[in-house]
């Protein structure tokens, strides 16, 4: 088979790493993909939101079937172009169509769709320029602090947790009225903090059936002790030692079954990866958001950790015959540690020689940010790798991790020292 791998970061170099391992692949294609997804296959200079570029290369290379990585070509429909087009439409896209991908693309669809269909979630309400005026109240309603989020997509930026009632009325005034995350914020939704421990599930479904990927938690904040700025992710650790198994079943039957009902009561053929964003409340889950993809870190410890041909897995979505495939897991703990440019989340540099790039026996070294200039590897991007290790223990992974990630090296490189050492206390009791 001809794949093709839509998008350029860590998630696209793991999809194209595990890919590669299949017997069933032919070529792999990866648009634009980085100095990484280029030692797997063949890398071609589109970007992913250029569907006429992309049809032009799936017809000129015989592909096969397509992976969509990020949100925003599928939010914009990228699903629907192929199936709306004589030469594309036989040809298999992993991701929804734009109708389930507004699970991600809009916050007060999402938090609608729980609601109809029974899943937990924090109690909300939605407001606009319209009913801006009734906004107050609701807050007051609530305890601190208050979580405002903005409906559409706003690059990972667009959701604000504030302790104090009148900077969360004031912040959002500045983002219904002044446009403080453009379009996005035309409507915002306001909801009760949920107190827990978060973590994310990943489903994979051919719109009927589905497999329940292994489970990870991310790091999100910039700095150790999670502390500073958010960033598109630090680290993450897979499996998670607060969500057994029995955490899990909960899951499975109180959010993943009326998830995939709720697609098909209404229509939706949901064929992809769905990302249910969690809180374990006390040993009971609630949804804190859907993504209409796999996460990034999370896929660079989710991935590496199943043992079955994903090809093989993908195929079956595209032909509705996943309950037939075959579908292990390694027992043993993934750890991923994102090493990022100096200056991330906010302005960094680019185009920093990147030396000590060998591999290692101990990691997987997922390119997120990197190019190739003058046959270099080069810094490209605010999160630069994902160095992913197994072991058996949280401490053994990280550890290998840590190792790995001091052997890279390029100027002002920056990693948290600490991810996964709040699980370390939890899996040693």
Same mark, same amino acid.
């Given at each position: 088979?001809?794949?093709?791998?839509?998008?350029?970061?860590?998630?696209?170099?793991?999809?194209?790493?595990?890919?590669?391992?299949?017997?069933?692949?032919?070529?792999?294609?990866?648009?634009?993909?980085?100095?990484?997804?280029?030692?797997?296959?063949?890398?071609?200079?589109?970007?992913?939101?250029?569907?006429?570029?992309?049809?032009?290369?799936?017809?000129?290379?015989?592909?096969?079937?397509?992976?969509?990585?990020?949100?925003?070509?599928?939010?914009?429909?990228?699903?629907?172009?192929?199936?709306?087009?004589?030469?594309?439409?036989?040809?298999?896209?992993?991701?929804?169509?734009?109708?389930?991908?507004?699970?991600?693309?809009?916050?007060?669809?999402?938090?609608?769709?729980?609601?109809?269909?029974?899943?937990?979630?924090?109690?909300?309400?939605?407001?606009?320029?319209?009913?801006?005026?009734?906004?107050?109240?609701?807050?007051?309603?609530?305890?601190?602090?208050?979580?405002?989020?903005?409906?559409?997509?706003?690059?990972?930026?667009?959701?604000?947790?504030?302790?104090?009632?009148?900077?969360?009325?004031?912040?959002?005034?500045?983002?219904?009225?002044?446009?403080?995350?453009?379009?996005?914020?035309?409507?915002?939704?306001?909801?009760?903090?949920?107190?827990?421990?978060?973590?994310?599930?990943?489903?994979?479904?051919?719109?009927?059936?589905?497999?329940?990927?292994?489970?990870?938690?991310?790091?999100?904040?910039?700095?150790?002790?999670?502390?500073?700025?958010?960033?598109?992710?630090?680290?993450?650790?897979?499996?998670?030692?607060?969500?057994?198994?029995?955490?899990?079943?909960?899951?499975?039957?109180?959010?993943?079954?009326?998830?995939?009902?709720?697609? %098909?009561?209404?229509?939706?053929?949901?064929?992809?990866?769905?990302?249910?964003?969690?809180?374990?409340?006390?040993?009971?889950?609630?949804?804190?958001?859907?993504?209409?993809?796999?996460?990034?870190?999370?896929?660079?410890?989710?991935?590496?950790?199943?043992?079955?041909?994903? %090809?093989?897995?993908?195929?079956?979505?595209?032909?509705?015959?996943?309950?037939?495939?075959?579908?292990?897991?390694?027992?043993?703990?993934?750890?991923?540690?994102?090493?990022?440019?100096?200056?991330?989340?906010?302005?960094?540099?680019?185009?920093?020689?990147?030396?000590?790039?060998?591999?290692?026996?101990?990691?997987?070294?997922?390119?997120?940010?990197?190019?190739?200039?003058?046959?270099?590897?080069?810094?490209?991007?605010?999160?630069?790798?994902?160095?992913?290790?197994?072991?058996?223990?949280?401490?053994?992974?990280?550890?290998?991790?840590?190792?790995?990630?001091?052997?890279?090296?390029?100027?002002?490189?920056?990693?948290?020292?600490?991810?996964?050492?709040?699980?370390?206390? %939890?899996?040693?009791?």
């Amino acid at each position: 088979m001809n794949v093709l791998i839509l998008g350029s970061g860590g998630r696209e170099h793991a999809f194209a790493w595990k890919l590669s391992q299949s017997k069933q692949l032919e070529n792999l294609y990866i648009a634009p993909g980085n100095a990484g997804t280029a030692q797997c296959g063949t890398n071609v200079n589109i970007a992913v939101s250029d569907f006429e570029s992309i049809k032009k290369l799936v017809w000129e290379k015989s592909i096969d079937l397509v992976l969509v990585g990020p949100e925003d070509p599928l939010v914009n429909g990228i699903h629907d172009f192929f199936l709306q087009d004589d030469i594309l439409r036989e040809i298999p896209v992993i991701g929804p169509k734009r109708d389930g991908a507004q699970l991600e693309g809009s916050k007060d669809f999402s938090k609608q769709f729980m609601l109809k269909h029974g899943v937990p979630t924090a109690r909300y309400k939605s407001f606009t320029a319209a009913n801006i005026n009734e906004a107050p109240a609701f807050l007051e309603s609530l305890k601190p602090p208050y979580v405002l989020k903005a409906d559409g997509l706003a690059a990972g930026k667009g959701v604000l947790i504030i302790n104090d009632l009148e900077e969360a009325k004031q912040e959002l005034q500045n983002m219904i009225l002044n446009a403080k995350f453009g379009n996005a914020g035309n409507t915002v939704v306001i909801e009760e903090f949920l107190d827990g421990i978060e973590l994310s599930v990943f489903v994979l479904t051919d719109g009927k059936s589905y497999k329940i990927l292994p489970a990870a938690k991310d790091y999100k904040r910039i700095g150790v002790g999670d502390t500073g700025l958010n960033t598109g992710g630090m680290g993450a650790i897979s499996p998670v030692p607060f969500a057994n198994q029995e955490f899990i079943n909960k899951v499975e039957e109180q959010i993943v079954k009326p998830t995939i009902n709720g697609l %098909l009561k209404e229509n939706i053929d949901y064929r992809g990866f769905i990302f249910i964003g969690l809180m374990n409340c006390d040993g009971e889950p609630k949804v804190i958001e859907y993504n209409c993809r796999m996460g990034d870190p999370e896929t660079e410890v989710v991935i590496p950790r199943i043992e079955s041909d994903l %090809l093989d897995l993908l195929q079956g979505v595209a032909t509705q015959t996943l309950h037939t495939k075959q579908f292990n897991v390694s027992t043993q703990t993934a750890s991923t540690v994102v090493l990022v440019s100096g200056g991330y989340p906010e302005d960094y540099e680019k185009n920093i020689e990147i030396t000590n790039l060998h591999n290692s026996p101990n990691s997987h070294i997922f390119h997120s940010g990197t190019t190739i200039k003058d046959d270099k590897v080069v810094t490209n991007g605010g999160r630069v790798f994902a160095v992913t290790s197994f072991g058996n223990s949280i401490k053994e992974a990280v550890e290998k991790s840590f190792i790995t990630a001091e052997q890279i090296t390029y100027n002002k490189k920056y990693y948290r020292s600490d991810i996964g050492k709040d699980l370390m206390l %939890l899996e040693n009791n």
